[in-house]
Nanobody, 126 residues
Framework: QVQLVESGGALVQPGGSLRLSCTASGISLDYYTIAWFRQVPGKEREGVSCVSTINDTSVVADALEGRFTVARDNAKNTVYLQMNSLKPDDTAVYYC???????????????????WGQGTQVTVSS
């Protein structure tokens, strides 16, 4: 059974940092492109970042560039989302999702993904 499990969400003050983890079981992330999304109730899901297993190429949404980075550790079958200088607008449920490696990160924001995690809540508030 394939599972993606996100962790690391928390309540953090503005300006703080968090590192989210997405750990897979039942699949090897060596063969998957992994994306991060976030969603606020009542709003559309938003693409945050994506990392390909090919050359570890990655993309971050333009609005988040400079604050968010993504990295993968295939040995741990885990992808990380490092979030710095957090703002209240970053409050959301964050999800990771996987699709086959040959899709790279092209148009990840609007593409179907095979597997999804259950999400982890990030709340940025003083």
């Amino acid at each position: 059974q394939v599972q993606l499990v996100e962790s690391g969400g928390a309540l953090v003050q503005p300006g703080g940092s968090l590192r989210l983890s997405c750990t897979a079981s039942g699949i090897s992330l060596d063969y998957y492109t992994i994306a991060w999304f976030r969603q606020v109730p009542g709003k559309e899901r938003e693409g945050v970042s994506c990392v390909s297993t090919i050359n570890d190429t990655s993309v971050v949404a333009d609005a988040l560039e400079g604050r968010f980075t993504v990295a993968r550790d295939n040995a741990k079958n885990t992808v990380y989302l490092q979030m710095n200088s957090l703002k209240p607008d970053d409050t959301a449920v964050y999800y990771c999702a996987a699709r086959p490696f040959y899709y790279y990160c092209s148009h990840y924001e609007n593409s179907e993904h095979l597997y999804w995690g259950q999400g982890t809540q990030v709340t940025v508030s003083s």
